[in-house]
């Protein structure tokens, strides 16, 4: 970074709101509160300012970003040849954690769309993210509010720990109530193609077509060669300092292979309902799926502040929100996935 900021806490009073309106039309980039993430919030069709946010985060230029608008009618001014399904999960998930891949506009420069024709155009329902986009009267561009690689910040603290002195300001909204990022989705022809599994499920999307196709990045490594639909899905991602093993089977196999590969230094991740008799230090991440992408990457955080060298985690379900829960962790293990 050239010049350390000095970064300001705001609330999110509309005063303070009306306030992070004003620096995002002069160029700079602010923390901004969604229901899913934290994100990085910058004038979409500013290129000098959607460079800023790159440059916080140490972003690949090739990974694009996500538009946000306040009004379903913005779609049109920022995306066109909007298909019918697009219109109908608009309709259905709007506002709400559902991104859609559409051809973008050219008010959208390519520094925002990482090089590419598209544009992610995301509706969100938090309050405060849309005063804050309907504020500043511009598309907003926002990528999660981490550093490149690092667990996505589910409350304002996370993002000073990782935007301190790189940005002017973050809007503090509490934490999220989603907890993982929004759902990304492209058409092709009658179908929905699932690029990032979120809050909206395969289960719910199948209300607005029963054409889904599940694209191989969601659970499988793909090269940081290959030619992808979704290029964020490549990069390393969500991954703590600590070594993250996901550990598939039941409870009772769970401990044994715990117990007899346990190191010093070693935690474990388990779900709220886990009893173990071992001693070991342990994270918990919830009980069901819901609560698991409320709390994962505070969890995953969590693995460096106790200073865990390797970490065991239960694999969660892959059912609704489960699957999203089980893509973030397969990245933040790195692919590490062991059947006991
Ligand atoms: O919930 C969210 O989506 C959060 C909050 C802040 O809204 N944002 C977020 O942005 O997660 P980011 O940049 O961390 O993740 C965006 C993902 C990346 O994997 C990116 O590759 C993909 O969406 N994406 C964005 N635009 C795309 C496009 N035009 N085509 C394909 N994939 C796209
Ligand atoms: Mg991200």
Not at 50 to 73: Q, T, Y
Request: hydrophobic share 40%.
């Amino acid at each position: 970074m050239k010049n350390r900021l000095n970064t300001v806490m705001l609330s999110n009073s509309d005063d303070d709101i009306k306030y992070a309106a004003e620096l995002i039309k002069n160029g700079e980039v602010v923390g901004m509160p969604t229901e899913t993430v934290y994100g990085l919030a910058a004038d979409a069709t500013n290129p000098e300012a959607v460079k800023k946010i790159f440059e916080a985060k140490g972003r690949p230029s090739d990974n694009p970003l996500i538009v946000h608008i306040c009004d379903a009618s913005m779609m049109e001014e920022i995306a066109c040849e909007i298909p019918k399904l697009a219109y109908k999960s608009a309709e259905r998930f709007w506002p709400g954690p559902l991104t859609m891949v559409l051809p973008k506009r050219i008010i959208i420069p390519k520094v925002t769309s990482g090089g590419l024709e598209t544009v992610g155009v995301r509706l969100p329902s938090d309050e405060t993210a849309r005063k804050l986009i309907s504020y500043s009267g511009k598309p907003i561009a926002a990528p999660s509010a981490n550093l490149s690689g690092s667990p996505s910040p589910t409350t304002a603290a996370y993002v000073y720990a990782d935007m301190n002195g790189r940005i002017p300001a973050i809007i503090d909204g509490g934490s999220c109530n989603v907890g993982v990022e929004s759902t990304v989705i492209s058409f092709e022809n009658d179908a929905i193609r699932l690029l990032r599994p979120g809050y909206v499920s395969v289960e719910m999307l199948s209300e607005v077509t029963e054409n889904i196709i599940i694209d191989k990045g969601v659970l499988e490594q793909l090269a940081l060669t290959a030619k992808v639909s979704s290029p964020g899905m490549k990069y390393k991602h969500y991954s703590p300092k600590a070594e993250i093993y996901i550990i598939k089977g039941n409870l009772s196999d769970f401990e044994k292979y715990v117990s007899e590969n346990l190191k010093d230094d070693d935690a474990v991740m388990i779900f709220d309902c886990d009893e173990l008799s071992l001693d070991v230090k342990t994270i918990m991440y919830g009980r069901n799926s819901e609560q698991q992408a409320k709390r994962l990457f505070s969890a995953l955080r969590e693995c460096d502040e106790i200073g865990a060298d390797r970490v065991f985690a239960r694999c969660p379900s892959t059912e609704g929100v489960g699957l999203a829960v089980y893509n973030r962790l397969l990245r933040a293990a790195a692919f590490r996935v062991i059947e006991v």
